[in-house]
Each structure stands twice: as structure tokens, then as C-alpha cells.
């Protein structure tokens, strides 16, 4: 079975400055979807970024960015210029194509963006 | 276009008492999730369905929960009784092929609270 492993349960930052999230997964396959999510509080999930295993290039998506390091089973988020409204709970998953629409989630990261 | 839609938001009961969840997926959206989270912790798969069928219901607690997607579209999980440990947010979510993969879209959540 897939694991999805988030090793951040809390982190702060300052408005505008830079933050990592860190995510690691275990696999024995080579084709698959990584995903980061993001849940405000008491609002709903959505998408932040999706990285397609088979590509090399990190994705980007305005302020986020991915470091993705297949080898190493490694999948980081970078938020540049961070802002109040990033204040969330943020989730990495993984989606094989292997096994379909099977997703897997870690257990989060809450960030606060301190003004 | 409307999102996943999930009634009621929150619901108060007695433990011991029946609860029922229902679920509304983005139209097209041929795949459609129920996970539990808990507070401070990642979405927990609890049944999957590809149309009309359970493809995937081994986290499902069989003997108080059910589920049933009728007409592969709409979809509503019950539970019954209701125990104190029951209390969580019970996420439903749907997703379609888009580009070649599946990207998926979250409903806000029926928070349950079990007194």
C-alpha cells in the first residue's frame, strides 16, 4: 500500500517571506500523480498543484512551487510571498495510475502566516 | 459550473440514533468518495465508488455504516447507531478524467457531532 508521510504537523511564517512544506511517499511504482491540497479553516479542500510523475520539470502554479524528487520519494511545496490567506491546513496526496482513483493523504500541515 | 455539493453541514444527534449524509457530485463525475476526517488529521478513505459500485469499501465499518449510490449519481451514507467516536467531518468528494487524469473536487463537509 501507498503511505503518504508529512513530517510538519504546525508551521509559522511571515507575511511575505518564503516556506517549504515537506511530504515524503512510499511506492513501488513508477507511475502515478502527486498532489498538494489546501483546507482553510472551516472551509473546503481544494487543489493547490499536481506534479505528474513522469515529468521531470517541478510544476508551478503563480506563488506555488514543487520540488519534486522522484528518487528520493520526495515532495515538497514552496510558497513564495506568503499571505494571510494562506493560513491553511495543507495536504500532500498521491493518486497511482496503477490502481486508478485510489488516492492516499498525509496527515497535514497546518501552516500560519503571521502578519 | 456547480461543485460537490453535501447537505446538511452540520448535524447535532443523540448517540445511538441514525445519521444519514447525502451527496451531490460535480455532473459527469463518474467516480465519488466518502472519507472521514478528524480533527487536525488527513481525509480517511471510507468507500469508493466507480458509477453505482463499491469498488473499494474495506475501510467502511460494516456493521453501523452504509452507503449506496443509486443511478451512479447522487450518493448518501448512513450511519446507524451512532457512537461517540462517530463525531467528525465526513468529506464526500468526485472526479472526472480531465487531461488524463483524475483530478478530484471536494464537497464543504457534513460536520457530525454525537452527544
Known amino acids: 500500500a501507498q503511505t503518504v508521510t508529512q513530517s510538519q504537523p504546525e508551521m509559522s511564517v511571515q507575511e511575505a517571506e518564503t516556506v517549504t512544506l515537506s511530504c515524503t511517499y512510499d511506492?513501488?511504482?513508477?507511475?502515478?500523480?502527486l498532489f498538494w491540497y489546501k483546507q482553510p479553516p472551516s472551509r473546503q479542500m481544494i487543489l493547490v498543484i499536481r506534479?505528474?510523475?513522469?515529468?521531470?520539470q517541478n510544476a508551478t502554479e503563480n506563488r506555488f512551487s514543487v520540488n519534486f524528487q522522484k528518487a528520493a520519494k520526495s515532495f515538497s511545496l514552496k510558497i513564495s510571498d506568503s499571505q494571510l490567506g494562506d493560513t491553511a491546513m495543507y495536504f500532500c496526496?498521491?493518486?497511482?495510475?496503477?490502481?486508478?482513483?485510489?488516492?492516499?493523504f498525509g496527515t497535514g500541515t497546518s501552516l500560519t502566516v503571521i502578519p | 459550473e456547480a461543485g460537490v455539493v453535501q447537505s446538511p453541514r452540520y448535524k447535532i444527534i443523540e448517540k445511538k440514533q441514525p445519521v444519514a449524509f447525502w451527496c451531490n457530485p460535480i455532473?459527469?463525475?463518474?467516480?465519488l468518495y466518502w472519507y472521514l476526517q478528524n480533527l487536525g488529521q488527513g481525509p480517511e478513505l471510507l468507500i469508493r465508488?466507480?458509477?453505482?459500485?463499491?469498488?473499494?469499501d474495506s475501510q467502511l465499518p460494516k456493521d453501523r455504516f452504509s452507503a449506496e449510490r443509486l443511478k451512479g449519481v447522487d450518493s448518501t451514507l448512513k450511519i446507524q447507531p451512532a457512537e461517540l467516536g462517530d463525531s467528525a467531518v465526513y468529506l464526500c468528494?468526485?472526479?472526472?478524467?480531465?487531461?488524463?487524469?483524475?483530478?478530484?473536487?471536494f464537497g464543504p463537509g457534513t460536520r457530525l457531532t454525537v452527544l
Open positions: 468528494a468526485s472526479s472526472g478524467s480531465v487531461e488524463g487524469y483524475n483530478e478530484q473536487f
Open positions: 511506492t513501488s511504482e513508477n507511475n502515478y500523480y
Open positions: 506534479q505528474e510523475a513522469y515529468k521531470q
Open positions: 496526496a498521491f493518486m497511482s495510475r496503477v490502481t486508478g482513483n485510489q488516492f492516499y
Open positions: 455532473s459527469g463525475h463518474n467516480t
Open positions: 465508488y466507480e458509477n453505482e459500485e463499491a469498488v473499494d
